[in-house]
Each structure stands twice: as structure tokens, then as C-alpha cells.
């Protein structure tokens, strides 16, 4: 949340600089329906506020991000997507959490993956697991039906580098770094790969594959993963919307108050408001 809160203050001072006039609303102001304003930026995830969201962008009000962004980036929606438009993806099975998924993992030939809850992003460690053998499969599925996770994303372990990113779409910021030598971890996830050995891959053609990744997902300000292979091939493990940008999140929050700020000129010229 610090974090967060982070990104955001430094990009509502960064539009402050621009001369734009911000007014920041707590969260349940979208539940109190105290936001009259065209034209909003927010880092907002909870269900509730995203429907509020929706509602004002389909009364024709600017937000970003998209609120059909954030939904398209939990893990059922965004595998769909990836997969039908070709984005470079592990192999994936979505399966209901009340089956025994042994028959579908040896028939896609999956014994290493990772299962994940497919309603939303991982907010606690129990939301991603890595499975060493599919024999242990059943049970996290059964995991996640006791928790009322009613839809799980199974995706192939990719061996190779891992390698986080963060990007800016309509603008020339992307920022990419291995996280282990940078001590830059969720949940300790990142050991499962373990060190970077270095595999060569085109940075620019990395940007280009996430800035075509974020325009399928409907996502203008994003970060995400990948695993580049020993051969040099990159595969999108995740991608989300609006996340912290810890590791340059000055620079950052530059170039997403610039975005925000075309769009709100390409919109129209009126007040430019911060949903928070």
C-alpha cells in the first residue's frame, strides 16, 4: 500500500506541474457517489470501486486505467486474451477448482506449473503455487475450493530468466530488471527460477511485445513478467495494471502524468480529477 501510495502522490504532483488541478477523493467516495468529475486517474482494485468505475466510463467519463483493463488483467480474462491474440504465453489450462485436473495436466503434458486463483491477482502467497509434480495438483485446487476460488489458472514452468518490466503506453518509458540481484520479490516466487544467467534478448523487442500486450488488454499504465528462454525467446507469465514501479518510480510517475495528460487533452479541456 505504501507503495502504491507512492506512485500515485508522486504522478498527482507530476500533473500538479503540468498545471492540471487535482482533487483526490478517498475510495469510498465511488460508493458514496461524491465524484462528479469527467476525468479520473485511480489505483483501485476492489470489485465495488472497478463496477463504480465502469459505470462512469460507460456514462462516457475518462478513467484511467480502464476499468475493463483491470478486469481483462486477472488471471482467467488475461490468459483468454493472450492466447487468442497469439501473445507468447506458457501452455495454460483454465480449470473449475472442484476436479481432479491429473487427466488434463498428463494429457497437455504439464508435469512442472504453476496453479494460480483465476478470479482475480495474487494478493497473499496461497494465490500462486508451484508444483513440482502434477501429483500435487489436486491438492491445491482442493485449497483453493475451501477458500470459494471457484476458477484456477494452470500454466506450464517455463525454465529460463525472469525478468520483471514496467511500461507506459503512448510513451518511450519502459523499464526492465532480474529482481533477485535487486532483492525485489513477491512472496519469495522469484527463487524458483533462481539467478539470471544473462540469456541475450532485444530489449526494444520486449517493449514492442508489452506495449501490443497492453493495448489487447486495454492497459496504459502496466508492469508485468516474463521468462526469456536459453534460445533468446520471451514468454508474458503476468501482467498488471498499475503497479508500484518501486524500482523507478520517480522516472515513472513522469511519464504516466504525461499520458494522463495527453489523454485528457485528446478528451477535452476541463477539470482533471484523482479518484484514490
Known amino acids: 500500500m505504501e507503495n502504491d501510495a507512492a506512485i500515485f502522490d508522486l504522478t498527482a504532483e507530476e500533473l500538479r506541474k503540468r498545471g492540471c488541478l487535482v482533487k483526490e477523493y478517498p475510495e469510498s467516495a465511488l460508493e458514496e457517489n461524491a465524484v462528479e468529475e469527467s476525468l479520473i486517474f485511480h489505483m483501485a482494485r476492489d470489485s465495488r470501486s472497478v463496477r463504480k468505475l465502469q459505470t462512469y466510463e460507460n456514462e462516457g467519463r475518462l478513467v484511467v486505467n480502464s476499468p475493463r483493463g483491470i478486469q481483462n488483467c486477472t488471471r482467467e480474462s488475461m490468459t483468454r486474451l493472450l492466447l487468442a491474440n497469439h501473445v507468447p504465453h506458457p501452455k495454460s489450462l483454465?480449470?473449475?477448482?472442484?476436479?481432479?485436473?491429473?487427466?488434463?495436466?498428463?494429457?497437455?503434458?504439464?508435469?512442472?506449473?504453476?496453479?494460480?486463483?483465476?478470479?482475480?491477482?495474487?494478493?497473499?502467497?496461497?494465490?500462486?503455487?508451484?508444483?513440482?509434480?502434477?501429483?500435487?495438483?489436486?491438492?491445491?485446487?482442493?485449497?483453493?475450493?475451501?477458500?470459494g476460488i471457484k476458477q484456477a489458472v494452470i500454466n506450464e514452468h517455463l525454465r529460463g530468466d525472469l525478468v520483471k518490466f514496467y511500461g507506459v503506453l503512448g510513451t518511450r518509458f519502459f523499464h526492465w530488471f532480474y529482481p533477485l540481484p535487486a532483492h525485489h520479490s513477491k512472496f519469495g516466487l522469484e527463487q524458483i527460477n533462481g539467478t539470471a544467467k544473462g540469456f541475450p534478448f532485444a530489449p526494444e523487442k520486449l517493449r514492442s511485445l508489452c506495449n501490443r500486450t497492453a493495448r489487447i488488454l486495454n492497459t496504459q499504465v502496466y508492469g508485468g513478467d516474463c521468462i526469456v528462454s536459453p534460445e533468446g525467446l520471451v514468454d508474458i507469465i503476468d501482467f498488471n495494471d498499475w503497479p508500484s514501479f518501486a524500482p523507478c518510480r520517480k522516472e515513472a510517475a513522469r511519464y504516466i502524468a504525461k499520458r494522463i495528460y495527453t489523454l485528457i487533452s485528446t478528451s477535452c479541456e476541463t477539470q482533471h480529477p484523482i479518484v484514490r
Do not use: S
Request: some cysteine; aromatic content about 8%.
Open 94 to 147: 483454465i480449470v473449475p477448482t472442484d476436479i481432479n485436473p491429473l487427466p488434463l495436466l498428463r494429457e497437455a503434458g504439464m508435469q512442472r506449473c504453476w496453479i494460480k486463483r483465476g478470479d482475480f491477482h495474487a494478493v497473499c502467497r496461497e494465490d500462486v503455487a508451484y508444483v513440482r509434480d502434477r501429483e500435487e495438483a489436486p491438492d491445491i485446487l482442493r485449497g483453493y475450493a475451501l477458500r
